[in-house]
């Protein structure tokens, strides 16, 4: 058996278009969705995501501004931009993008952050809010995630899931969010024992560990549904969590990477900000 691919780009660009109705429809009111994305420093890592981020905004007629600080800056600078955006109504949502500076804490900033502008769903306003089930900006990978499981068509309601991480931006709220789909949930970690144990009663194993191709074809369930949410280089290629070659013999649907959960999540963020916009909160 050879799994279906989940495509990534495929879904993304069938959500983009459900989104870019939904953008026209709101820009009718001459009110222009807007976004600021705010990196500090120049770390190479986040050229591609910056980029992605751009291309969403722009491909949505959402307007799209990026703020630079130099390394040096201090907390307090990039807080005080943080409380001027909090007051002005022109702007819907912010994005902080990591990594920041060793002095420079991202929860602080997050947290100053008001929840109606928290597009990454980070804060622990939105992440609490999810935690109690009421309505909340959801953590986009997270959120981009459980998109492509609904995706595959494959009725999640009563099937077991194994999630492997249990970090706050992926593993935690990715959970959450199964349980929400009345999923039966096991959360695995670093401390986690004999992992491919756990993972063989899965019918649904999403994999954000952050180790190149660590989840092996032989460890899964026949016919499980296979998340990759990891984003790693390896011989100059970026890979996933999960060893494609063998799981993909096992799995039903399985997401490649690249063009797997990443570029939902952009489209994910985009569909946050458009919530922010319509102050959910
Ligand atoms: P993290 O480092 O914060 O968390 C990793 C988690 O993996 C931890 O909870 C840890 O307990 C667990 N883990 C580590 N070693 C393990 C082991 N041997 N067995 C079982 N569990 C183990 O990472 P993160 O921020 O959650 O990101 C995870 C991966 O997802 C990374 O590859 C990251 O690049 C990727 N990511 C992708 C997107 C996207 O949009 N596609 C977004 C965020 C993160």
């Given at each position: 058996?050879?799994?279906?691919?989940?495509?990534?780009k495929?879904?993304?660009?069938?959500l983009?278009k459900?989104?870019?109705?939904?953008?026209?429809e709101?820009?009718k009111?001459?009110?222009?969705?807007?976004?600021?994305?705010?990196?500090?420093?120049?770390?190479p890592?986040?050229?591609?995501?910056?980029?992605?981020?751009?291309?969403?905004a722009?491909?949505?007629?959402?307007r799209?501004k990026?703020?630079?600080f130099?390394?040096?800056?201090?907390?307090?600078?990039?807080l005080n931009?943080?409380?001027?955006?909090?007051?002005?109504?022109?702007?819907?949502?912010?994005?902080i993008?990591?990594?920041?500076?060793a002095?420079i804490?991202?929860?602080?900033?997050?947290?100053?952050?008001?929840?109606?502008?928290?597009?990454e769903g980070?804060?622990?306003?939105?992440?609490?809010?999810?935690?109690?089930?009421?309505?909340?900006?959801?953590?986009?990978?997270?959120?981009?995630?459980?998109e492509?499981?609904r995706?595959?068509?494959?009725?999640?309601?009563g099937?077991?899931?194994?999630?492997?991480?249990?970090s706050?931006?992926?593993?935690?709220?990715?959970?959450?969010?199964?349980?929400k789909?009345?999923?039966?949930?096991?959360?695995?970690?670093?401390?986690?024992?004999?992992?491919p144990?756990?993972?063989?009663?899965?019918d649904?194993?999403v994999a954000?560990?952050?180790?190149p191709?660590?989840?092996?074809?032989d460890?899964?369930k026949?016919?499980?549904i296979?998340?990759d949410?990891?984003?790693?280089q390896?011989?100059?290629?970026?890979?996933g969590?999960?060893d494609?070659?063998?799981c993909?013999?096992?799995?039903?649907f399985?997401?490649p990477?690249?063009g797997?959960?990443?570029?939902?999540t952009?489209?994910?963020?985009?569909?946050?900000?458009?919530e922010?916009?319509k102050?959910?909160?």
């Amino acid at each position: 058996m050879s799994a279906q691919i989940l495509d990534g780009k495929l879904l993304a660009a069938q959500l983009k278009k459900q989104l870019k109705d939904v953008i026209e429809e709101l820009h009718k009111d001459n009110k222009k969705v807007s976004v600021v994305s705010i990196t500090v420093g120049n770390d190479p890592s986040t050229f591609s995501y910056l980029k992605s981020q751009k291309k969403a905004a722009e491909d949505l007629g959402i307007r799209y501004k990026e703020i630079n600080f130099p390394i040096t800056s201090r907390q307090d600078e990039v807080l005080n931009l943080i409380n001027q955006i909090d007051q002005d109504s022109s702007i819907h949502g912010v994005i902080i993008n990591k990594p920041l500076p060793a002095h420079i804490e991202d929860s602080i900033l997050i947290n100053r952050l008001d929840a109606s502008k928290d597009i990454e769903g980070l804060g622990e306003r939105n992440q609490g809010r999810l935690l109690l089930g009421k309505s909340s900006i959801l953590p986009c990978t997270a959120a981009a995630a459980l998109e492509l499981l609904r995706f595959s068509g494959v009725v999640l309601k009563g099937k077991q899931a194994v999630v492997i991480g249990r970090s706050e931006i992926v593993g935690k709220p990715m959970a959450l969010l199964l349980l929400k789909e009345d999923v039966t949930v096991t959360i695995c970690h670093s401390k986690t024992e004999n992992l491919p144990a756990m993972i063989q009663r899965a019918d649904i194993v999403v994999a954000a560990i952050g180790k190149p191709l660590f989840v092996k074809g032989d460890w899964l369930k026949p016919g499980a549904i296979v998340i990759d949410v990891g984003i790693n280089q390896q011989d100059g290629k970026i890979v996933g969590d999960v060893d494609f070659e063998s799981c993909k013999e096992k799995a039903s649907f399985i997401t490649p990477v690249p063009g797997g959960v990443g570029p939902v999540t952009s489209v994910m963020l985009m569909k946050n900000v458009v919530e922010a916009f319509k102050n959910i909160l």
